[in-house]
């Protein structure tokens, strides 16, 4: 695959944007391959993304639409230095506002592709937080668009309920009850109840199931 990529990308014939995408999908595939740890993730935040989008009864050009978001949300993370993407222990102030860069890396790398302008603004914000303490805007509910608040749903259910370098998976009801326990200052409510009913519809049952 790196093979075919860096044979692309030498080339002087200009691409269409179909291939640009394909390329885009290809370099994304090959930033995860840095790190073993949150191998699927970006798929898994498609998917996840895609589904609660259904729920949420959004047409299926954005459920499509958020897939791809999820599948390159992290991609600017190949201009962080990969000690600090799997250090184990606290980060530092410095290490922290450059792992903050990878927003801002995404939307640049996103934004080259024609037509992927919509995909590149919902990767920009997927760290932002309803109450103004995420990033790299500061946005405040409303203003952050409905798809970032979407995706970082997605994004924080996986990483609680998946192995990482600092901690073990969560099972499925208590990520649930945190990403509920969160709504209203980090999460959007409706994002969350979206994802709570497919995994109850699903057959996951948590502590939250009252019936
Ligand atoms: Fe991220």
Redesign the pocket.
Known sequence: MLDRLIAELSSHKPLDASRQKALLLAAAALVEMRDPITAGHSVRVGNYSAIIARELGLIPDIQSALRLAGLV??IGKIGVPKAYLQKPGKLTDTEMAEIRK??GLSYEIVSEVPGLIHIAQIVLH??ERLDGHGYPGGLTGDEIPLGSRILCVA?SFDAMVTDRVYRSPLPVSEAIAELERCAGTQFDLAVVEGLRAYLLRAGVRGPWCTT
Do not use: L
């Open positions: 949300h992290d990878h927003p997927h760290h994004d």
